[in-house]
């Protein structure tokens, strides 16, 4: 059974997801252990709610950022853990950690990557005056939201829409796909060359347009 690692630094959500899907049998995983970068996160109920470990490691705390995250890969490993998800953590991840754990950390980030990467991807995509939103599960490499992609969802971006209803859309979708991501990697059919993540024995066809255009009359 793979040993999942979550790092979080807020409300949580989808932490929660892969808690509820380990729970329900859709992903074979455990978790040994939440790693967060702050004391107020909520992120810390669910873990306890759930008996999972919970580790506050704060980076003031640290002479500098590499050994804050060769600290971290250090009690991931201790932990056996084999998979790092990134639920919400809020800071770009350092070397010593993604070495550590090469092709072996998710994240999961708010847009249709590589456009809006960074923060507030939600409310980067809505100035830009995009039609199609999304969310992104990709591996953490050395750059701000660059690796390799995993899996990608769009949403329709409506006029009307603001930075919390547009969040909101794309949150259900992130719920779906992070998990789904966790459950392919701990089944063993993701494989990664180079820049490209092939995913065994799928192939989708469907595609977003907003609006929907075989309902547009000319
Ligand atoms: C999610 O929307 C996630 O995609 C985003 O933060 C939110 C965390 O929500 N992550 C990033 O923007 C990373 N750059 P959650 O704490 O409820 O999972």
Redesign the pocket.
Known sequence: MLTVGVL??????????IIDNIKSGYINAKIAVLITDNPKA??IERARNNNIETLVLIPKNFPDRDSYYRHLADELKKRGVELVI?????RVVGKPLIDAFREKIM????ALLPSF??????RQALDYGVKIAG?TVHFVDEGV?TGPIIIQSAVPAYEDDTEDTL?ER??KE?HGIFPLAVKLFAEGRIKVKGRKVFIESQREEAVITNPPHQKFSR
């Open positions: 979080a630094s807020g409300r949580g959500s989808n932490f929660q997801s909520y992120a990134l639920a919400g953590f809020m994240n999961i980030h708010p990467p960074g923060l507030h991807g939600q969310c939201d969040s794309i949150l992130e």
